[in-house]
C-alpha cells in the first residue's frame, strides 16, 4: 500500500545526463535505506544504488561507479539519481526501492525491498 513515484527518466544521447527522483511518504523514507534497480527487455531486475538511512552509506553496482550518484533528501523525502556519461547499455526501466531495515547491503547484494515503484523509463541512444 506503500507509494514510491519514481520521475525524470527520459530519452538521452550517449554521454548525456539525468536525473531520477522519487518521492515516498515521510513515514517510509524516515525509517529506510532507499535503492534504485533497473531492467532490460527479457533480462533480469538488477541492482544499481543504494543509500543507508543516515545517507553515510551508499553502495554502487560495479558498471555505474564513478558515473552515477545516489543522494537522499530527508525534507523532501525523496531519494535522487544523479546520472552521468549514460551509455546504451544502461537503457531500462529504473525503480526505485525501499527498505525498512536500514541497511545498503540488503539492497545491494540481497536484491530486496519492502516497497517499489512504478518504474521510469531510461532510454540511452548511441
Known amino acids: 500500500q506503500v507509494q514510491l513515484q519514481e520521475s525524470g527518466g527520459g530519452l538521452v544521447q550517449a554521454g548525456g545526463s539525468l536525473r531520477l527522483a522519487c518521492v515516498a511518504p515521510a513515514r517510509t523514507f524516515s525509517n529506510s535505506a532507499m535503492g534504485w534497480f533497473r531492467q532490460a527487455p527479457g533480462k533480469e531486475r538488477e541492482f544499481v544504488a543504494a543509500?543507508?538511512?543516515?545517507?553515510?552509506?551508499?553502495y554502487y553496482a560495479a558498471p555505474v561507479k564513478g558515473r552515477f550518484t545516489i543522494s537522499r533528501d530527508g525534507a523532501e523525502n525523496t531519494v535522487y539519481l544523479q546520472m552521468n556519461d549514460l551509455r546504451p547499455e544502461d537503457t531500462g526501466t529504473y525503480y526505485c526501492?525501499?527498505?525498512?531495515?536500514?541497511?545498503?547491503?540488503?539492497?545491494?547484494?540481497?536484491?530486496?525491498?519492502?516497497?517499489w515503484g512504478q518504474g521510469t523509463q531510461v532510454t540511452v541512444s548511441s
Open positions: 526501492a525501499a527498505d525498512q531495515g536500514g541497511d545498503v547491503y540488503t539492497i545491494g547484494l540481497g536484491g530486496s525491498a519492502d516497497y
Open positions: 543509500i543507508s538511512l543516515s545517507a553515510r552509506s551508499t
